[in-house]
């Protein structure tokens, strides 16, 4: 089977071709592919598939085998490599769990891409004690911090990661407020189990609720992660009170290698 491997911000995924429904997408298989040892590795995996009313269908695995509705990292991915299979050339339309996106080429150098993918609207904001709840497509808590450095990731995410909270489970971000546009970002994430060196929807998530916190009208922001920098712009939508239109990801894909497994 041919793969290509794929990172952005160090988010790492394996991404294959199945629009000819080949590939076996048992759960043990699938966290095979992605475990760092004795597999591939990747903080995830993704099918390209074909779609009847889009350009192509994203279809995404956490790295332990559970399928998910969304990744905003890995849909920047998956659009670098719909590219890379000639699928379009400037702008896409894909579909994943989460609904439709639009996906946009702005740059390209060698193996890396600027990527600009459009997500899913957020329709409501939960404010909760210490924290914000919010679905980007994935459901993300979002936690605010005076220093994200003196936050033990991995033992505080996993509490709040299976915090009664949160029935189904939810990835966990701490925030560091670093100016009124500039935030620091940390994430657990919920099907790797553990911090991952950057999240897309979970950015997303946190500059809407940095919006929220800080309301200074600032709609634009840019999100430091461990991996690297990621730009979010979104609109508050006018007609319906904590909902958000014309989410906005933007950040580089590298191709790192392809393979034959």
């Known amino acids: 089977m041919k793969f290509c491997k794929y990172q952005a911000l160090g988010n790492d995924f394996i991404l294959i071709d199945n629009r000819q429904n080949t590939f076996d997408s048992n759960p043990e298989y699938v966290s095979f592919l992605c475990d760092r040892h004795f597999g591939i590795g990747a903080d995830g995996l993704m ?52 609904g439709k996106h639009l996906g946009k080429v702005l740059s390209k150098n060698k193996n890396t891409l600027e990527i600009k993918v459009k997500i899913t609207d957020v329709k409501q904001i939960v404010r909760g004690d210490g924290y914000y709840f919010i679905n980007t497509g994935v459901p993300h808590c979002v936690i605010f911090t005076d220093n994200i450095n003196d936050v033990d990731i991995n ?7 299976h915090s009664p909270l949160f029935p189904e489970g939810a990835n966990v971000n701490f925030v560091e407020i670093c100016g009124n546009s500039k935030l620091k970002l940390a994430t657990f994430e919920r099907g790797v189990e553990g911090e991952t060196l950057a999240c897309g929807t979970g950015a997303t998530a946190s500059a809407i609720a940095a919006f929220d916190k800080l309301q200074n009208n600032i709609t634009s922001y840019s999100i430091q992660a461990k991996g690297g920098e990621l730009k979010i712009s979104f609109d508050a939508d006018k007609t319906q009170k904590d909902s958000f239109v014309n989410i906005w990801l933007q950040g580089a894909t590298t191709l790192v290698f392809e393979g034959i497994i």
């Not at 033992?155 to 990661?161: A, I, L, T, V, Y």
């Open 47 to 98: 099918l390209v598939e074909n779609c009847d009313d889009a350009d192509f269908k994203m279809q995404f695995f956490n790295s332990d085998g559970s399928a998910s509705t969304m990744c905003g990292n890995g849909s920047r991915c998956i659009v670098a490599f719909a590219h890379k299979l000639g699928i379009f050339n400037d702008e896409v339309i894909f579909v994943s769990g989460a």
């Open 155 to 161: 033992s505080e995410g996993k509490k709040w990661r």
